[in-house]
């Protein structure tokens, strides 16, 4: 435990343990040019005090570490940085690797034999945040890159000098055919981690995907089953390393820090939000009572960053006293951190709803108003589905085509209606997490630490977060300038305006409760009725 105290010096190692763990440190940072990783290396700089970061990147489009790294500090999360470091001055603490996965014979990162010699001379702890996301991704590209990645990191990691600590991230998600998921590590997958790498690296991508559905078993995609197979490999063969593994669950844009409402993609639920203030979805699959699992991407990387003090702490006490473990030291050989909390869970519900609060004039204007239902019957969902997505894609398409242009809503309407029901999986269920050490890991922390490393998700107001995230994804991902508030046309009166947007509203609502008592749907009418109306 931390010694207590409520001295706000930063520069007092006795009492604030984790920033002294991390000053002076030299880190090895894999993933770093991703959207948790870009956080994790800004927050690193910025208020950790650390030596130098070795940011481990591969060659992207032709271009080459050195240009993705220049490039990635002048994106607009390392504004509140470059205040007091110009890029120059940054690149001095920040060092890019060129690696690849492919390379060699499966056991190293496929860098220059000087580079790999100072990496192993000189890191302290290694974030290993490398991974292909996708959901959608094929089998033998998740099983090489999350799979066997990791194994190539790890098997750097077992040579190194001053090694302390290794995070590995995972997904609160690796786990999710259970409904309960306590902090340890599940090995009941069909073949072991090895013989997976040995049959991706034996056969074709079309082979291995004649093999996904046996391998995937009641897991519903290839990246949660490759994450469950990484967290399999370490504890199987790494384990006598200073490791831990990190389950984040469903991660957000910014809260706070370093400005809020950041976001470099459209992943998961801010795609599904942005299509739907825009008026592309109408109709989602899901449960709008069921907890969404959601978290701002600062908070996870200030969990992320307490996690890694505590492996190297229990590593080392592990190596002082190794006969005298008792509790979670013996039952935990590779601790494992599921980072979420209960009370404060946002429902699917209140997510979709109050992203409303970030609105702003140019959406309300849209011809069809901001509207849409959950929907957590799957027939009824299809029939909605075709009412309100693809047939009116088709006659978009009908009319561009007589003005003699290329059909292009039919085609977003499949991809969006995929994409729904991808989502459905997590959209329907509800698990029951357990999160120990990560209650414990806010024990750690001083005052001091606390107000640079909160991660209590109880602390965060998510009236105030709202108001920046959708605002946050026009400003950062779509590169959109902030606008003024709008202001209704000339010589049309507000109130009238106001007026017609809820008429159509209404009218849009009452023709799907019709179409919900036509198709016989009486029982989930009078359940929901309140809930469609005021939707």
């Excluded at 809820?502 to 409760?513: D, E, N």
């Amino acid at each position: 435990m931390a010694a207590k105290g409520n001295s706000a010096d930063v520069n007092a190692p006795e009492l604030n343990r984790v920033l002294s763990f991390y000053r002076d440190s030299t880190i090895l940072l894999t993933g770093g040019t991703g959207f948790l990783g870009k956080v994790l290396l800004e927050k690193i700089l910025r208020c950790l005090g650390v030596r130098k970061v070795f940011l481990a990147v591969r060659i992207k489009d032709g271009r080459k570490p050195a240009e993705r790294l220049q490039e990635l500090l002048k994106d607009a999360l390392f504004d509140r940085l470059r205040q007091d470091a110009t890029v120059e001055q940054l690149l001095e603490r920040v060092e890019p690797v060129e690696i690849s996965l492919e390379a060699g014979d499966g056991t190293g990162l496929g860098m220059d034999a000087a580079t790999e010699t100072r990496l192993l001379q000189q890191t302290d702890v290694i974030f290993n945040v490398l991974a292909s996301v996708k959901f959608n991704e094929s089998i033998k590209n998740a099983v090489d890159t999350n799979v066997g990645g990791t194994r190539r990191v790890l098997q750097l990691a077992r040579r190194m000098q001053r090694l302390k600590a290794v995070v590995h991230v995972s997904t609160l998600y690796s786990n999710c055919d259970r409904t309960h998921i306590r902090e340890r590590v599940y090995d009941d997958t069909l073949l072991r981690p090895e013989a997976v790498l040995n049959l991706s690296k034996l056969l074709s991508a079309n082979e291995m995907d004649g093999l996904q559905h046996c391998l995937l078993g009641s897991l519903p995609n290839t990246y949660t089953y490759s994450k469950k197979c990484a967290e399999s490999l370490i504890q199987q063969h790494f384990s006598d390393l200073p490791v831990g593994i990190f389950r984040p669950p469903i991660v957000l844009s910014t809260y706070r820090e370093p400005i809020a409402g950041w976001t470099d993609n459209l992943n998961g639920p801010a795609g599904l939000c942005l299509w739907t203030v825009k008026g592309y979805v109408r109709v989602i699959h899901g449960n709008g009572r069921k907890k969404a699992n959601l978290v701002p991407v600062d908070y996870c990387v200030n969990a992320l960053l307490v996690a890694g003090f505590d492996v190297a702490d229990r590593s080392m006490a592990r190596g002082a006293a190794p006969d005298s473990r008792t509790g979670w030291e013996t039952l935990q050989p590779v601790p494992v951190y599921n980072y979420l909390y209960d009370r404060p869970n946002l429902t699917w519900g209140r997510y979709m709803g109050t992203v409303s609060m970030g609105f702003d004039g140019w959406i309300k204007r849209l011809c069809w108003p901001h509207s849409y239902t959950i929907v957590p019957n799957r027939a009824l969902f299809r029939v909605l589905s075709l009412c309100c997505h693809t047939v009116p894609a088709w006659l978009l398409d009908f009319v561009r085509q007589l003005r003699g242009k290329r059909p292009l809503y039919r085609r977003m309407a499949a991809k969006t209606n995929r994409f729904l029901e991808t989502m459905a999986y997590f959209g329907l269920r509800e698990w029951q997490i357990a999160n120990e050490n990560v209650v414990r890991l806010r024990t750690l922390l001083t005052p001091t630490e606390a107000s640079l490393l909160e991660f209590d998700l109880s602390t965060v107001d998510w009236d105030e977060y709202f108001q920046a995230y959708i605002p946050g994804i026009r400003r950062y991902y779509l590169g959109e300038l902030p606008a003024a508030r709008d202001r209704t046309k000339p010589g049309q009166p507000l109130a009238w305006n106001r007026r017609i947007q809820f008429l159509c509203r209404l009218l849009h609502r009452l023709m799907w409760v019709l179409i919900c008592l036509k198709l016989g749907h009486r029982l989930y009418v009078r359940r929901n009725l309140f809930s469609i109306l005021i939707a």
